[in-house]
């Protein structure tokens, strides 16, 4: 049942990144979902480097925080224009 939340959660959070970066029409659900996960991922990692609180709703921005640096980094290297 865990594995059924984090994908759905992670395909919500890789879905809104990908609508704030307007890269929304370029990826998929499975693209989303990657996404979403290893955003929040990433935005954990930094939010624990920056010594910032993950707790409550400050985790999901954290997340969609990670899922759109993801995105701007797959930008950069040229897999969303």
Known sequence: MDLIIWLVIGGVIGWLASIVMKTNAQMGMIA??????????L????AGVL?????GVMS????LGGAIILILILRALGVFK
């Open 51 to 55: 010594g910032i609180g993950q707790g």
């Open 43 to 46: 935005g954990g990692w930094l």
């Open 60 to 63: 999901y921005a954290i997340a």
């Open 32 to 41: 989303n979902v990657i996404v979403g996960i290893v955003g929040a991922a």
